[in-house]
């Protein structure tokens, strides 16, 4: 029995070597920049919590966190009811359920650094459908290279019009699960279709939001390529989230340090949003 | 509550059905009095849950009107039909309490709260769900949650009518019992006409005091469980009803008298039915083992408890009997005899023979 036990050690290891090194050896050399200062030639000296305490003191650091936060909860505010909405329209059976389904997938099958150039060019004033219709035909004045709000709303737009299909697709498996009894009672009953999404569709679809809402949580709040190959983080700062500024301070000046203890601080967030979102959706689940 | 009439009902699910074999109901016509324990008793597929689908009004028929105390109701919706309705698997609203479950049907329809809370402790007593009012009704056991499923019947005072699709399915086994004698005590104190559809002829013949028997969307008899069991207007309905089943048996009829395998066999009465295949239909209960008879060889013998059955081949044929007492040995040479008085002819699956008078 006891060998047995200790035998299925060996089947875990391959995993743990392969996480190791592609996660944790990765993590553990960002831990070991964070808390040094480096000069080049490969010579480090001990900086304590030093840098930890200059990002979280940092107003730089404060404003992309603040636009972070706004873009994912923005967008999750967004997603999450349209999805739900276009998931309760779509029809349950029949011969539009595949096209539809296939409709839907579609975004999430195009590559993200696809996605940001399809909607950089797009939106060019003088040649984007989209930006040359706004400008020229409706003489709206945008341009996202210029003005702030304009760049914003590229950045939720294109982000809504990528990633709604995954709280679609998750939200209607979720009701598809229904049985139609549910439905024959309700009618019986006498709910109104009100009534019908709020004590049916809602409690049901409760389990597949909760991971929705947790992907799109995560993935928005790391989001990089598209933002960055759309606007590149501007005009100005403007559209600089925290992945955006994290890779200007890592990659474009070079300060391992800060940035070690920022990738920290980021990825410590994250998992405490994560956590937090995770257990307040599943606290009356027993 | 209400008295239902179905009047000339025939649904098909095809969308132009022509021939009869389209048709999952063939000419329906029935009558149900306000108050009275009906089941629907058939084997899978034979037309009962869209009956009942018919009724409650979520499927609407080809053809054909429902009436509910004379008024037609053919096409109003569920909601407007005063109807409850026990699914197979328990429906209950998982994020309200047992207390909200009940009182649901009546808040949407705008009740009163002092109203709601006198109807829903009352309805919770009965069901005997009154201590867990405040449970969530997620964290029950399958029986209760069946049970909130009838409570929301229940609740309603001007309900015409409840109906059970299957509704002990999911039930344990001994709980089965229980919630089948819960069910008919209901019944008795709120006097509800109620509907239940099974396969399971236990179910429908201890729950109700009238049982209409279907096969291939006719409806083949409609009786007490007494009658059903007793004389069988056909000989599925021998076959489907009893454990086991009434002995069909080939026979030819000349001048009113049957004969089996060359053997006379005396009749409860007079054959009078007209056909091309006739048929003997005896019950196992009735079938003796005796000195003199229509020979045949024991195959297999099963105890199972307060009798035992006996397989007997008489030439090819297969002929059940029940018995009491002494047990003869697998292929020792018996001979059979039949009790007249319950021995009958059916001409192509009817029965043919007059009733014996007495």
Known sequence: ???????????????????????????????????????????????????????????????????????????????VPLGVAIALAMPRKGFWVPVCLVLMALPLLIPWN???????????????????????????????????????????????????????????????????????????????????????????????LTIAILLRFMDSFNIYTEPFVLTGGGPGNSTTLLSIDLVKVALGQFDLGPAAAMSLIYFAITLAVSWLFYTLMTRDEQ | ??????????????????????????????EWNDGGAYALLG???????????????????SEGRILFDGADVTTLPPDQRNIAQVFQFPVIYDTMTVYDNLAFPLRNRGVDDGRVDARVREIAAMLELDDRLTTRAANLTPDNKQKISMGRG?????????????????????????LRSKLKELHQETAVTMIYVTHDQTEALTFADQVVVMQDGVIVQIGTPVELFERPQHTFV??????????????????????????????????????????????????????????????????????????????????????????????????LDFKQGQTRVYADGWIATERATS
């Open chain 1, 1 to 79: 029995m006891k060998t047995e036990n200790q035998r299925g050690w060996l089947f875990v290891l391959p995993v743990l070597l392969l996480v190791a090194f592609n996660a944790l050896v990765p993590l553990m050399t960002v831990v070991n920049y964070s808390v040094q200062e480096t000069f080049g030639n490969n010579q480090f000296f001990w900086h304590g919590i030093g840098w930890f305490e200059d990002i979280l003191r940092s107003e730089r650091f404060h404003a992309a966190l603040g636009r972070q936060l706004f873009f994912t909860f923005t967008i999750l505010l967004i997603e």
């Open chain 2, 154 to 178: 229940l609740v309603r005072e001007d309900v015409n009518v409840i109906m059970f699709d299957e509704p002990l399915t999911v039930i344990d086994p001994e709980l089965k019992w229980k």
């Open chain 2, 43 to 61: 084997p899978s597929g034979c037309g009962k849950s869209t009956l009942l689908n018919i009724i409650s009004g979520l499927l609407m028929p």
């Open chain 2, 1 to 30: 509550m209400a008295r239902i009439t179905l009047e000339n009902l025939r649904h098909s699910y095809l969308p132009d059905p022509q021939g009869a074999d389209d048709y999952a109901l063939k000419e329906i016509d029935l």
């Open chain 2, 238 to 335: 021998g076959h489907f009803i009893g454990s086991p089943g009434m002995n069909i048996l080939p026979c030819e009829v000349d001048g009113g008298t049957a004969r089996f395998m060359g053997h006379p066999v005396p009749l409860e009465g007079r054959v009078s039915g007209n056909g091309v295949r006739y048929e003997i239909g005896v019950r196992p209960e009735h079938v003796r083992l005796s000195n003199a008879g229509i020979p045949a060889t024991i195959r297999k013998v099963a105890d199972v408890g307060r009798h035992v059955v006996v397989e007997a081949m008489a030439g090819e044929t297969v002929v059940n009997a029940v018995i009491d007492g002494m047990v003869p040995e697998p292929g020792s040479a018996v001979h």
């Open chain 1, 114 to 208: 696809v996605v940001g150039a399809m909607w950089n060019i797009f939106t060019l004033p003088d040649i984007g459908l989209l930006g040359y219709f706004l400008n020229n035909t409706l003489g709206i004045d945008y341009n996202m290279t210029q003005s702030p709000v304009a760049a914003w709303i590229t950045v939720i737009v294109m982000d809504v019009w990528h990633w709604t299909s995954l709280v679609v697709l998750l939200a209607y498996a979720g009701l598809i699960s229904i049985p139609e009894a549910y439905y024959q009672a309700a009618r019986i009953d006498g709910a109104s279709n009100w009534a019908v999404f709020r004590y049916i569709q809602l409690p049901k679809m409760k389990r597949v």
